[in-house]
């Protein structure tokens, strides 16, 4: 199996808690050789044997055995810095959110196309084992015709919309949220006919923007998606609602949680929901027999998405977050901000 070499621009939390835990799992697939940090001196994260950490960027730039870089800095940054990366002839890929414009966005994908390399969004998210339960109850279709789905993803940070003095379009609660949210929507729904926004700052203008409610239309089904800074208990995460009945979930995948608590994926249990924590399918069937039972949780893997990669890289299968969708994305989330100061 050909082993892809990878070099990663940051040394954050990004970087240690939602990139290596996966990539270090697959070393037939992939090797990490090289981290940028900035400043050496400085890191909350042990560094981890095998691993070359360096505060020159052109050292992995330059280095030829570098064929992928990862990009988790702050998000002002990505759209220079993935072109640095492009320039150096290497595969890019960018944490969320992608871009702040879609201009922005097409350049990068414009630059890959005429070097025939990939640059893509991390769009982990997609397996999240909520969204996966979701997918297997409305494919099973118990449910029958599938007409609204809410999906919510909330907080209690008060403080944080308190002490906010300035707005921030790429650092917004939108761009900073509600990508995960919009692009599991569109990675299984694709494109929406229309969207309907609430985008707000809910302590005035100049302040963070900490709520949205955007609304994304298929033809009859709608698809809610719902987050807040001011909610003491969370709503569920997903409801679904369909012609025969309806699927409730109540909790999140588990993965972000056990890895802030330094659990990872090779430990037995990891990201696996309790059945206290499986959603509730309630329906009635043909014969109008009234049913309620748990559903059992999938397992939610964010290393998928490198499995995925690999495939793309070195066998040729069409990249997992297309170019098209991210540029959906993007477009919604500019004109969803749109309004905010």
Same mark, same amino acid.
């Given at each position: 199996?050909?082993?892809?070499?990878?070099?990663?621009?940051?040394? =954050?939390?990004?970087? @240690?808690?939602?990139?290596?835990?996966?990539?270090?799992?697959?070393?037939?697939?992939?090797?990490?050789?090289?981290?940028?940090?900035?400043?050496?001196?400085?890191?909350?994260?042990?560094? !981890?044997?095998?691993?070359?950490?360096?505060?020159?960027?052109?050292?992995?730039?330059?280095?030829?055995?570098?064929?992928?870089?990862?990009?988790?800095?702050?998000?002002?940054?990505?759209?220079?810095?993935?072109?640095?990366?492009?320039?150096?002839?290497?595969?890019?890929?960018?944490?969320?959110?992608?871009?702040?414009?879609?201009?922005?966005?097409?350049?990068?994908?414009? !630059?890959?196309?005429?070097?025939?390399?990939?640059?893509?969004?991390?769009?982990?998210?997609?397996?999240?084992?909520?969204?996966?339960?979701?997918?297997?109850?409305?494919?099973? @279709?118990?449910?029958?015709?599938?007409?609204?789905?809410?999906?919510?993803?909330?907080?209690?940070?008060?403080?944080?919309?308190?002490?906010?003095?300035?707005?921030?379009?790429?650092?917004?609660?939108?761009?900073?949220?509600?990508?995960?949210? &919009?692009?599991?929507?569109?990675?299984?729904?694709?494109?929406?006919?229309?969207?309907?926004?609430?985008?707000?700052?809910?302590?005035?203008?100049?302040?963070?923007?900490?709520?949205?409610?955007?609304?994304?239309?298929? =033809?009859?089904?709608?698809?809610? !998606?719902?987050?807040?800074?001011?909610?003491?208990?969370?709503?569920?995460?997903?409801?679904?609602?369909?012609?025969? *009945?309806?699927?409730?979930?109540?909790?999140?995948?588990?993965?972000?949680?056990?890895?802030?608590?330094?659990?990872?994926?090779?430990?037995? *249990?990891?990201?696996?929901?309790?059945?206290?924590?499986?959603?509730?399918?309630?329906? !009635?069937?043909?014969?109008?027999?009234?049913?309620?039972?748990?559903?059992?949780?999938?397992?939610?893997?964010?290393?998928?998405?490198?499995?995925?990669?690999?495939?793309?890289?070195?066998? *040729?299968?069409?990249?997992?977050?297309?170019?098209?969708?991210?540029?959906?994305? &993007?477009?919604? &989330?500019?004109? *969803?901000?749109?309004?905010?100061?």
């Amino acid at each position: 199996m050909k082993q892809l070499t990878i070099g990663i621009i940051g040394n =954050g939390k990004s970087t @240690n808690r939602y990139q290596l835990p996966y990539i270090l799992q697959r070393k037939e697939q992939y090797k990490v050789k090289t981290i940028f940090q900035r400043d050496l001196s400085k890191s909350d994260w042990a560094r !981890i044997d095998g691993i070359d950490y360096t505060d020159n960027l052109d050292i992995l730039l330059n280095d030829p055995e570098v064929e992928i870089v990862v990009l988790a800095i702050s998000s002002n940054a990505h759209y220079e810095m993935a072109k640095k990366v492009l320039a150096a002839g290497k595969h890019c890929i960018v944490e969320k959110p992608f871009t702040e414009t879609i201009e922005q966005a097409k350049e990068l994908y414009a !630059i890959a196309n005429e070097k025939n390399l990939i640059v893509q969004c991390y769009q982990n998210r997609r397996f999240d084992s909520d969204l996966l339960t979701v997918q297997k109850v409305i494919e099973s @279709n118990v449910l029958g015709d599938i007409q609204e789905i809410e999906m919510s993803f909330d907080y209690f940070r008060p403080e944080r919309s308190e002490q906010s003095t300035s707005f921030s379009k790429i650092n917004s609660f939108l761009y900073g949220h509600a990508c995960h949210s &919009l692009d599991q929507v569109i990675s299984v729904f694709g494109k929406p006919d229309r969207v309907v926004y609430d985008v707000r700052q809910l302590l005035g203008e100049g302040r963070l923007n900490d709520y949205f409610d955007i609304d994304l239309f298929y =033809g009859n089904l709608k698809v809610s !998606i719902k987050s807040s800074f001011f909610r003491l208990k969370p709503r569920p995460s997903y409801v679904v609602y369909g012609k025969k *009945g309806m699927f409730i979930k109540e909790t999140k995948d588990k993965q972000e949680e056990h890895l802030k608590m330094f659990v990872w994926p090779n430990v037995v *249990g990891f990201g696996v929901d309790n059945v206290k924590e499986y959603g509730t399918l309630t329906y !009635i069937d043909n014969d109008k027999n009234y049913h309620e039972e748990k559903v059992v949780s999938e397992v939610g893997d964010y290393g998928r998405y490198y499995d995925a990669l690999y495939n793309t890289i070195v066998n *040729g299968v069409e990249k997992l977050v297309k170019d098209e969708e991210t540029l959906w994305q &993007l477009e919604i &989330l500019e004109t *969803g901000i749109s309004g905010v100061k």
